[in-house]
């Protein structure tokens, strides 16, 4: 009788234990897994930081050449007249085909 009682404990025991190990697993699982998208969520934002400077550098070089070109007509002998026109038309805000 004792052995029977001993060995129903032991089952017990083991099934206990293999249920308390998947609850291991399954909760590191999840945070394997948070982990995972935290990352993913780091790299697209760091991605769009990125672009963004990426856009403003661009914009920066453009204005850059803007102002040499226009430099470059007042230097030619254009009346400042037409100087202005230009300078009006290219230093106007680009409008962005991406809407925020």
């Excluded at 004792?2 to 697993?25: I, N, P, T």
């Excluded at 990352?39 to 769009?48: K, P």
């Amino acid at each position: 009788m004792r052995h029977k009682q001993w060995y129903q404990r032991r089952v017990r025991g083991d099934a206990r234990s293999r249920k308390l190990h998947h609850a291991e697993e399954v909760r590191n699982q999840i945070k394997e897994k948070e982990g995972d998208m935290i990352h993913a969520r780091q790299i697209f934002f760091e991605e769009g930081i990125k672009l963004d400077q990426e856009a403003q550098e661009r914009r920066r070089r453009l204005d850059e050449i803007k102002k040499k070109k226009l430099d470059e007509l007042h230097g030619a002998g254009v009346p400042p007249k037409y100087i202005n026109e230009v300078a009006r038309r290219a230093m106007k805000p680009q409008t962005s085909l991406i809407t925020h």
